[in-house]
C-alpha cells in the first residue's frame, strides 16, 4: 500500500512539475510575441510566482520581464495569467525611440 501511495504522489508531483514547466514556456512565447508588436527588446523573463486554485485553471502564475525600448533604459512589466488563458500585461510608461523618418 505505501508503495501504491508513492507511485500516485510521484505521478501528481511530476504532473504539476511539467504543468509548471509549460505555462512558462507558453508565457515566454507570448511576451515575446507581445515585445515585438511593440517594438521592443525583450532583456530577461522570471516567474515570480504562483499559487493553485481550485477550478479549470487551478494554476495561476505572475512574471517579471525586462524590456528596452531605447537601448539605454530598461523597464520591468508584469504578465499574469491563470493557467495557459488569458494573460493581462502590464507595463509601465516607457520612453520610445523617435525615428528619424518621422514628420514633426
Known sequence: M?????ILFSVLFSAIIWKLRKQSEYAR??????CLKLDLQLLS??????????GENFL???FIFE???D??????GHLY?????RP??????YRSIESPHSIN
Open 2 to 6: 505505501l508503495e501504491l501511495l508513492f
Open 29 to 34: 512565447d507570448q511576451i515575446t510575441q507581445h
Open 45 to 54: 523573463v522570471a516567474r515570480s510566482n504562483f499559487n493553485f486554485k481550485l
Open 60 to 62: 495561476q502564475a505572475s
Open 67 to 69: 524590456f528596452s525600448s
Open 71 to 76: 537601448n539605454n533604459n530598461n523597464y520591468q
Open 81 to 85: 495569467m491563470r493557467g495557459l488563458r
Open 88 to 93: 493581462r500585461f502590464e507595463l509601465p510608461a
